[in-house]
């Protein structure tokens, strides 16, 4: 169940690593997290998701309905439904005899990570056959759990199932055999840190406070607030693991994600992309980048 659970998740979770951002909240504008991107023959709408939601999110603001009644193409990171990924799941996400958990991480973080997946009624020859970063989204996932939050109430598996219920054609950016393959392929010390900080977030208890503030930043439109609880912990973790994780999991994909967008920009269709709202942020964010290549880019 846990295995099933997570695999229909990664992909929506993987743009993140856990948050430690302050709770205190803010007041925010109230803008919908959208941008208009115009070239001469078409119109590609960028929404910032948010993957794990809550019943009041919806209706969606009124912006952003508009921009779904005009796209002819919804375009996801990630068909959340993507039966395919369940065949990856345990060449990607499972370690094979005689590797474990041990191998790869220190004792101390061994005997951690036990102790917080025991809490769930994870036995521990299962955890430590589980790799560590498939380790930190199971504790983000139950975690969130704790705080109210459901992978099927997340922005993108919405949109993903309107797309298909009207007949809107949909399509991936990227894939969940992608996203797996990219977890996967991280660096062993940024898998390691990936789940220190899941576990001394679920340990402090401040996991799920945080993701939950995450989604209030997220209803709010309050850009810096946003920023803060998405790359506030990515910021905290030592060098290395931060670049490695800075390039593979954003700036790489952001790149990739912007050469799709630009493409789209040169056809003729109306598209509403919604990813991650930490890919559009900051100077290597999605916004800048079809910027920089002189397309119009302004928030709605």
């Not at 959208?34 to 929404?47: D, F, G, K, M, P």
């Not at 769930?120 to 939050?149: C, Q």
């Not at 199932?161 to 393959?181: F, I, P, T, Y």
Request: proline share 4%.
């Amino acid at each position: 169940m846990i295995r099933r659970q997570l695999v229909s998740l990664l992909a929506l979770l993987c743009a993140t690593t856990a948050s430690q951002a302050p709770a205190t909240a803010q007041s925010g504008t109230g803008q919908a997290l959208l941008w208009e991107a115009r070239s001469a023959t078409a119109t590609v709408y960028l929404l910032g998701t948010i993957h794990l939601g809550t019943r009041d999110l919806y209706p969606l603001p009124a912006s952003v309905e508009a921009a779904y009644r005009r796209a002819a193409v919804v375009a996801l990171e990630a068909d959340p439904a993507d039966p395919s990924a369940l065949l990856l799941a345990g060449q990607a996400m499972m370690y094979v005899p005689p590797d474990g958990l041990e191998r790869n991480v220190p004792a101390a973080l061994v005997r951690d990570t036990t102790e917080v997946l025991a809490r769930y009624g994870l036995p521990a020859e299962m955890t430590r056959m589980m790799k560590p970063f498939v380790l930190a989204m199971t504790i983000s996932v139950l975690e969130a759990g704790k705080a109210g939050l459901d992978a099927s109430l997340g922005i993108d598996a919405h949109l993903a199932s309107r797309a298909r219920q009207d007949g809107k054609r949909l399509v991936e950016l990227e894939s969940m055999a992608m996203q797996l393959g990219l977890m996967d392929g991280l660096p062993r010390d940024a898998q390691a840190a990936m789940l220190e900080s899941a576990v001394r977030g679920a340990k402090a208890g401040t996991l799920a406070r945080d993701l939950r503030a995450l989604l209030e930043a997220w209803k709010s439109g309050n850009l810096e607030r946003l920023e803060q609880a998405a790359m506030g912990d990515l910021r905290s973790l030592p060098a290395p693991a931060r670049k490695a994780l800075q390039e593979r999991l954003f700036d790489q994909r952001n790149r990739a994600m912007a050469d799709k967008v630009a493409a789209m920009l040169g056809s003729g269709d109306v598209v509403l992309v919604g990813v991650g709202a930490a890919h559009l942020m900051g100077a290597t964010g999605l916004v800048e980048l079809l910027r920089a290549r002189g397309y119009s880019v302004r928030r709605l």
